[in-house]
C-alpha cells in the first residue's frame, strides 16, 4: 500500500504586529490560498491538503480553494502555541491515516516551483526523519558585550568569502514523517537540511514591510514569466 501524503497549512486568524496576516493578499491572492495554490500544483507528491485554522474567514477561503478543513482549538491559537500542536490536531483529526506531513506555512508564501519536488526525492533517498530547507547567511555577524562589537562568525578585516558558512531555517518547507509529529516532534534526529539558494528564502511575513518586499519579488517574477510568454 502506498503511502499517503498530506500538506498542512497552519493558518490562525490572530496576529498582533500584522493584523489578519494570513488573509493579506500578494498578486490580489491571500497569503493562505499561495500555500494552497502550491500544494495543488504539487498534486503528484501531495495527496491531500488540510488548513488547520480557529478563523470562520480563513475557513471560507481555504474551502473555496479546494483544501479540507480541520478546526483548531483556541488552546492551539494563541501565540505561544507550537507548530507541532497544530500539526498533530490536524493528524488525530483527518479521517485518513498518511505517512507523510508536508508543513507549507502561509508566511512563506514564495517557493520556487520545483522545490518540493527536488526536496521531496532527496527526502526519499535516505532514512530520514524530516527534512527543512535553509539557506547560506553571507553576514559577518557579532554579538555586544559591554558597548563592544565581538565578531561572532569571523574575525576583523577577514574575507566574506573565506568564512566558515552558516545557514538559517528559511520556512519554505518541511518535510516530516507524520509519526514523530504524533509523538510531539518537529524535526526528528535525522534531519535532512536541503540548502536553498533563492530570494524566496529571505521572505517571512510578520511585518507590512515583509509583505511589501513580498509583492515586490513577486510582480517582479510575474513580469518576468509574462514577457517570456
Known sequence: ????????????????????????????????????????????????????????????????????????????????????????????????????????????????????????????????????TVSRNYHKLGKIEKERFVPFNYTIGQRSQDMDPLYYENGLIYIMRSDIILNNVLLGEKNLPYEVNHLYGKVDIDTLEDLRYAEFLYESDKSKNDSLS
Open 1 to 132: 500500500m502506498a503511502i499517503r501524503t498530506v500538506g498542512i497549512i497552519p493558518a490562525r486568524g490572530g496576529s498582533k504586529r500584522l493584523p489578519n496576516k494570513n488573509l493579506q493578499l500578494i498578486g490580489g491572492i491571500t497569503l493562505v490560498e499561495h500555500s494552497i495554490n502550491y500544494a495543488m500544483a504539487n498534486s503528484e507528491i501531495i495527496d491531500d491538503i488540510v488548513v488547520s485554522t480557529d478563523s470562520e474567514e480563513i475557513r471560507k477561503v481555504a474551502i473555496s480553494s479546494g483544501a479540507t478543513v480541520v478546526r483548531r482549538p483556541a488552546e492551539l491559537s494563541g501565540d505561544k502555541s507550537s507548530t507541532v500542536s497544530a500539526l498533530k490536531h490536524a493528524l488525530m483529526n483527518l479521517d485518513n491515516k498518511y505517512g507523510v506531513t508536508v508543513l507549507l506555512q502561509p508566511t512563506n508564501p514564495l517557493r520556487p516551483d520545483n522545490l518540493l519536488k527536488n526536496a521531496f526525492k532527496e527526502f526519499q533517498s535516505g532514512d530520514y526523519d524530516s527534512l527543512m
